[in-house]
């Protein structure tokens, strides 16, 4: 028997209960009575009725096609009813299927996104060009960009809040390249991280000229530095970012701001503090607009100058986690001549002549704290950072190599791609590690990103319910198949990956990977 035309869904006033679900039901949709709720929603009145059910048919199969069909319907509603006209929605996407497409599949994906179209749905027409969806925002056109958004704003407060508003549309326009297929995962991460660096350098710069209205400039440099995911231009897309505040020297006096009579001045160590905190505050605070970002080590906001910073590093007193740590420090924000000078000063320490056992002891070490916290938590085999074979153990395993050979070998680079390709370079690794650890990356990385997308907040752990993990490999282009249904199909994939980067890293750390005179493993040796 032919399946009824869901046409009929909107034109048939007498339609029973049994006869929705026999239409909706092949659709995917696991409440069809609320399905039909929505579509009634959608079409309340005569014009908006008759629009519909001439898309009606398309929008169905769009849903089908998407990660939830029952979330993409309601949030559909939703959107047009925040909408100016329902009537003209309809008519845009009857005439443009692309466009069906893409809201489609960013309702059925991504709540978080879902919402920001809801809250500003002419930003769908905006990210629907194609100058915004077909090809990569750069750094230079997100400045021209963003100083057109600042115009003639002279309120620090209401210039933090365009930056808000300008981090959001972004947001949006990347996550909709990522779930449409248009964008790779590198291009994501370089995409955050892009405009990460704009929006640090325009809240620094709000920040420094509210201290410098009131009391002068300080006549020497400050700098913002990247660290982590940041520094190596990798970020999630919902990210905390780990800033170092750094000064060039904090003796003597602002120049000072004069009023009634008086000059206002502040010592520069206090100058220097206050202009750290304030960045913190500024990327940090939540206000109707959201919040820029989530900022590692809020409560610090340390400033140290560069003579403090040579005399503790190249005076021995750093730690090897720090070594670590700052192979990814990247200046992101302020004076960039200084940013270089400290990189200068850390070369040393970072890359000195190691001894392999002290570095290899302490990465164990930190690896056995996160290993009893994934167990505590029975995360082991779900997370998807720290877990067995995670993305934390293959940056470990390319730091602990930078670190240890740096010095003699040409491997320092501050990103984890390039960083793979320098270390097989140098024949530190074979073709079978690169590839393994490269694909095993980036493939986690997509998960990380599809999990921080759902709600935009920084959670890393697989679901343990079998519906909510369907719905996860469904975002991620996972389809079911006769032999297996989707989540398998991803659960085996994600085993593979899992699987080898942890062989690699346990080498790593047997200390069983050292330069090699000979032609590098292959493949089939790692197999």
């Known amino acids: 028997m032919p399946r009824s035309s869901p046409r009929v869904l909107l034109l048939s006033p007498e339609l029973g209960a049994h006869a929705v679900t026999d239409i909706l039901r092949p659709y995917g949709f696991r409440d069809c009575a609320r399905a039909d709720a929505n579509l009634q929603a959608l079409a309340d009145d005569p014009l908006a009725r008759q629009r519909l059910a001439d898309l009606v048919e398309a929008v169905l199969d769009e849903a089908a096609d998407s990660a939830d069909p029952d979330q993409a319907l309601d949030y559909l509603e939703r959107f047009a009813k925040a909408s100016s ?27 978080f996104l879902s919402q ?3 809250r500003n749905p002419e930003y769908l027409y905006w990210a629907a060009r194609p100058e915004v969806l077909d090809r990569c925002r750069s750094r230079r056109v997100l400045e021209k960009d963003l ?4 115009g003639s704003l002279r309120s620090h407060a209401r210039q933090l809040d365009a930056l808000r508003r300008f981090k959001r549309r972004e947001l949006l326009a990347i996550g909709i390249r990522d779930l449409l297929g248009k964008a790779s995962v590198r291009e994501t991460t370089a995409a955050l991280s892009h405009l990460a660096d704009v929006l640090i350098q325009q809240a620094y710069a709000v920040c420094r000229e509210g201290l410098a209205q009131a009391y002068g400039y300080a006549r020497t440099g400050f700098t913002v530095l990247g660290m982590g995911k940041l520094g190596g231009e990798e970020l999630n897309f919902s990210s905390d970012v780990d800033l170092v505040y750094l000064c060039g020297s904090d003796a003597a ?23 750290a905190q304030d960045v913190t505050n500024a990327l940090s605070a939540v206000t109707n607009e959201g919040y820029l970002f989530r900022v590692e080590g809020k409560a610090g906001a340390i400033v140290g100058s560069l003579n403090e910073y040579g005399r503790y590093y190249q005076g021995g007193r750093g730690q090897p986690w720090e070594r670590l740590a700052l192979i990814k420090a ?26 392999p056992k002290a570095i290899l002891a302490q990465v164990m070490r930190i690896k056995r704290l996160i290993d009893q916290k994934m167990v505590a938590r029975e995360e082991s085999e779900r997370n998807v950072k720290l877990g067995r074979g995670g993305i934390r153990e293959v940056e470990l395993a390319v730091q602990t190599l930078q670190a240890m050979f740096g010095a003699a070998m040409p491997v320092q680079e501050r990103n984890t791609e390039k960083a793979l390709g320098k270390l097989f370079r140098a024949r530190l690794i074979g073709p079978g590690e690169h590839r393994f650890l490269l694909d095993g990356y980036w493939f986690l990385r997509n998960v990380e990103h599809k999990l921080q997308m759902v709600e935009e907040q920084q959670t ?20 079911d198949a006769e032999e297996a ?27 069983e990977i050292r330069p090699r005179r000979t032609r590098p493993v292959g493949v089939r040796a790692l197999m």
């Open 330 to 355: 990247r200046p992101v924000a302020g004076d960039k001549a200084l940013g270089k000078s400290f990189l200068k000063v850390i070369r040393t320490f970072v890359y000195r002549k190691a001894q």
């Open 253 to 275: 006096t602002t120049t000072g701001t004069k009023s009634g009579g008086k000059t206002s001045r502040l010592p520069r160590a206090e100058y220097f503090r206050r202009l």
């Open 85 to 111: 006209s329902k009537v003209a929605l309809f008519s845009s996407l009857h005439d443009s299927p692309a466009m069906l497409h893409l809201l489609m599949t960013v309702f059925g994906s991504s709540p």
């Open 147 to 150: 100083r057109a958004t600042l």
């Open 485 to 511: 249904q989707a989540e398998e199909l991803f659960r085996r994939d994600y085993a593979r990956h899992a699987e080898r980067i942890h062989d690699i890293f346990v080498r790593v750390l047997a200390g």
């Open 116 to 118: 920001s179209l809801i």
């Open 460 to 479: 890393h752990t697989l679901s343990a319910d079998p519906v909510e993990l369907h719905v996860c490999a469904l975002r991620l282009g996972y389809k």
